[in-house]
């Protein structure tokens, strides 16, 4: 390996507490600068600069999808088919490429200009279909583009195409930028109203601040739902050891695209409420954990960070204060299980993003054996507007224990696909309208990622979208992303889809989650193929009820709890597959 | 401190895991990843049971045991999970205990059988892995793993050797030597860790000189390695009085000079005590040729020879030379041997080179 490639690695790994979390960043930098790949012997240099066992260190390279072990075509055409990427045509625009450039998926051309994958969702749900070429993201893509883009790449240009993304922001608080010019840069952040809610809290003791978001019922954004201001208060405390500030951004449940709407378009909010919870929590460092395909929206980060630090907003003695409190970003390299918290925080340290046995849990034992607090983007975005108008003018906003605005992720067959930030406890009907109304009629509605109960039109008519209500209507609100599908959608299609998902994406460590969503996406595929019985139904379903609570962690309940939801409400359409 | 397991109250210590407490009370769960050598893993879920106040299953192998905790191993949540686990592990490998050489010895065997199945619930459709026979010492099957991990873990950070590694994920995840090699090109220094921790037969130790014995026909007598100055434990398998072959002694592991570990020497090299060409009497070399002697001939020549050479040549013509193959008192009477009887310091020992 070049001598500058070591030397760019070792100083990668001293910006953080323990060296192996640079392996991760060192395998994306060597591949960015090896051709696309990092074969043997590279693997084996990383290994070496970093201190890692080879095995290990090819332990992690194989786990995570962005990391290729042999050259591919100088653009690697990336196309998304997930749920929401497939009801908005993906696979149009999949059998448009295999046409244009004459090779079928996992293909590279003979000239070595291009390679063609499919991947799991990109979180560009409001913007399907989407190519990721190499780092960048086209999106809104119909076969004219594709054919606009080719032309282009084969004159060796990466062009730049307008995207059409529909927004709307009833609250003003996390959308409030959307639509501004220049909003990622400092000057308009603060012109509008930014960094003025950390004088406030930098003028609290700091668990006033605590007091403050436990006060405000901020709820995690995650998907979850827990309180974050009661997750703070389970830090350990007087350890002798720091404390991490960890904001979750690896955002990759199939239909959100709520996170990217913060950290692309207004990256300043979500740095404020860090240094303010940084502050709140007693930690001195904080990481972004960034879904790796994010790079684009991560350097945005990175560049907004330098402009805080620049302003004297990050790094030593903030504000005069002697607070102390700095961010780094950090790429994650594909793997949806990485959202898990305790996934995240193995990842972050350099291994393979495997969700650890609870307890202990992260407030005690973190990232580095240290106390350790993850919160989702949204939710730290959330905290400015807590601190600078108090969590009574917060709790304007939604219903009774659902306080606050959300980013509602609306995808599939609506007019309007895009981000609508509304209080929590609007109706969904509100927010449908907001889209543009259905395009067809209402067959089937997920209202909060993938991972949650599908429901009937008939089931979702009177829904609030807020966690209670969500409940109440046997689903969950989850991330907020919603996919709405017309009467053309086939459901044995979607559970199928779903299910290779998931056992894509499975880290492989329990054998309920490893080998149950692989036999569960052996049978719909058997089913959906015509090639099954009415006894494949049933066992897809038992397994599913036994698969239920039994994993490690929450991916087990993830497949199983919506695949169960989706053969049950919709049996006929499977039976009549196999019948 | 006492806690009812199914019904039945049982002792246990602060710092036990409900699983170490069942087990001492002789109350069956099965535990796949569990291996008190490699600790709590979390991944077979065969473990998991039920505790009265606590919500949804929980891992007894990683449960500390509370006095006045009721739990119970036997529910039909924990019956169901049992069967998923068995079902599913054996949909996703080829495991045939007839002619597997872990029978007998398999853990997933027992839970099998513990739980009456007496076929999977779904088909096999994944085309067969070739073994690895590259190594000389252990074979590897990938299609009997069941993903435990204890080989991993042993690997790395009980013998820390970092051979062993999980790679890619999903039902793709796979044990690897190295980057992937082939066990025999790795990096492995056969010390054997792996075979003697996994579960089933996915690592089994090349039989020697093609016998096939299974351990269940073997006889397991404790003795101390015969190698360096450790005083490994080893169990010593053998049949009809002739060695099969030697695993680490488990039994109170923690208080074993070897941990229940062993390396190259201990676990393969112990089969020469059945070879033809060992020495059975004192040879003399007469004629030029070595001839069997008794010991008190050998003895004899051995004494007249040192003394002849010591009143010729003075004692410092004569040295001595130690093994840590023998005792401490051994060594330290020829120590004695060579300064007070011959009167020479000129003594070493093959530890120091």
Known sequence: MREELSTAIESIAARYPERRSALLPALHLVQQHSGGFVGAEDLAAIAEVIGVPVSEAYGVQTYYTMFQRKKLG??????????????????????????????????????GLFTLSTVECLASCGTCPVIQVND????????????????????????????????????????????????TDIDVYVASGGYRAIDRALEMEPAKVVGEVKASNLRGRGGAGFPAGVKWGFLARGTGKPTYLICNADEGEPGTFKDRQIMQFDPHLLIEGMIISGYAVGA????????????????????????????????????????????????GAGAYVCGEETALIESLEGKRGNPRLKPPFPAVVGVYGCPTVVNNVETLASVPFIIEHGAGQFMQFGTANNFGPKIFGISGHVKRPGAYEFPLGTPLARLLEAAGGVDGELKAIIVGGLSVPILTAEEAKGLLMDYDSCLKYGTMLGSGGIMVMNETTSIPKVALRAIRFYAHESCGQCTPCRQGSHTVAMLLERIVAGRGSRVDIDRVLQLCAAIKGT??????????VPIEAMVTKFRAEFEALVD | MRLTIDGRSVEAVPGQTVLD????????????????????A?????????????????????????????????TPKVMETRRLVVDLLLAEGHHNCISCQANSSCELQDMVYHLGVERPSFLIESEPTPLDLSSPGIVREADKCIHCGRCVEACQNGVVNEVLAFAYRGSHAKVVCDDDVPMGESTCVQCGECVQVCPVGALVLKQPRDVRIR?????????????????????????????????????????QPNKGMLCIKGRFGLDFVDSPDRLRTPLIRRDGELQEATWDEALDLVAERLKATKEQHGADSIGFFTSAKVTNEENYALGRFARAVIGTNNIDHCARL
């Not at chain 1, 749920?83 to 625009?93: F, N």
């Not at chain 1, 630090?309 to 790429?331: A, E």
């Not at chain 1, 994993?551 to 199983?560: E, N, R």
């Not at chain 2, 039920?50 to 119970?72: I, P, Q, T, Y």
């Open chain 2, 42 to 74: 979390g991944r077979c879920r065969a473990c998991v049971v039920e505790v009265e106040g606590m919500r949804g299953l929980k891992e007894s192998c990683a449960l500390e045991a509370k006095d006045g905790m009721v739990v119970h191993t036997a």
């Open chain 1, 551 to 560: 994993t490690l962690c929450p991916t087990g309940d993830a497949f199983a």
């Open chain 1, 136 to 183: 960048r993201y086209y999106e809104s893509m119909t076969p004219e583009r594709t054919d606009a883009l080719l032309a282009s790449l084969r004159q060796g240009v990466m062009p730049d195409m307008p995207v059409v993304a529909h927004f709307h922001s009833e609250c003003g608080v996390l959308m409030a930028r959307r639509g501004m010019p220049n909003a």
């Open chain 1, 74 to 111: 100088k653009y690697h055409l990336q196309v998304d088919t997930n749920i929401p990427a497939m009801l908005a045509g993906a696979e149009a625009i999949v059998n448009h490429l295999e046409r244009a450039l004459g090779i079928t998926v996992g293909e590279t051309t003979a000239d």
């Open chain 1, 284 to 331: 001195a460092l904080g990481f972004i954990y960034i879904r790796g395909e994010f790079a684009w929206i991560a350097e945005i980060l990175e560049r907004a960070i330098a402009q805080a630090r620049s302003r004297g907003l990050l790094g030593t003695n903030i504000k005069g204060t002697g607070f102390d409190f700095d961010i780094i970003v950090h790429l």
């Open chain 2, 215 to 255: 351990p269940h026909e073997t006889t397991a007598t404790k003795v101390t390695c015969p190698y360096c100055g450790v005083g490994c434990q080893i169990d010593l398998h053998t049949k009809d009085n002739r060695y099969v072959f030697a695993m680490a002694h488990e039994g109170q592991w923690e208080k």
């Open chain 2, 21 to 40: 407490a069942a087990r001492a009370a002789g109350i069956y769960i099965p535990a796949l990843c569990y291996h008190p050598k490699t600790g709590k």
